[in-house]
């Protein structure tokens, strides 16, 4: 290999080692997910035993009221993927907790004619070592781009 070859190998696999996923949390400490095209719409994910719960957020990190909205939830392999159950509270949306290291694929839907905006969420719960928290919701800073 070529020496500009292998310090690309080597910056890359250090990112992948060490990497802190440094994601934006919300107002009661949840992983916010984007739900709408021009950041106007989030969700919070937490987890209380062994549900996930996705508050429903505005622009201003408020709490928004429930009406029409829906959530479909998806996990498991890409080929063979396993619809969650969801269930409606008063402040979002209820769903089991999946398997550490599995995916979370969230369509969300303001209103029942509304185009569906699609989320995602890696459950990693390793524990980062910066900040002690699981990867998931890493407290430490996003990395700048280079």
């Known amino acids: 290999m070529t020496p500009p070859l292998l310090l690309l190998l080597a910056s890359l696999l250090t990112g992948f080692a060490s990497g802190h996923e440094g994601v934006e949390l919300g107002p009661n400490g949840g992983r916010i997910l984007e739900f709408s095209d021009n950041e106007t719409m989030h969700g919070e994910v937490t ?3 062994d549900q996930f719960h996705i508050a429903v957020l505005d622009k201003d990190m408020k709490p928004v009221a429930m009406s029409q ?3 479909t939830a998806m996990t498991g392999d890409r080929a063979q993927p396993v619809k969650l159950e969801v269930t409606r509270d008063a402040k979002g949306f209820v769903l089991p907790v999946v398997q550490p290291g599995d995916w979370l694929i ?19 719960t390793a524990t980062c070592e910066g900040c002690q928290k699981a990867e998931w919701v890493c407290e430490c800073p996003k990395k700048e781009e280079k």
């Open 47 to 49: 987890v209380k035993g």
């Open 69 to 71: 909205q829906s959530l």
């Open 106 to 124: 969230l369509r969300y839907k303001d209103h029942p004619e509304a185009k569906p905006v699609t989320a995602r969420l890696e459950y990693n």
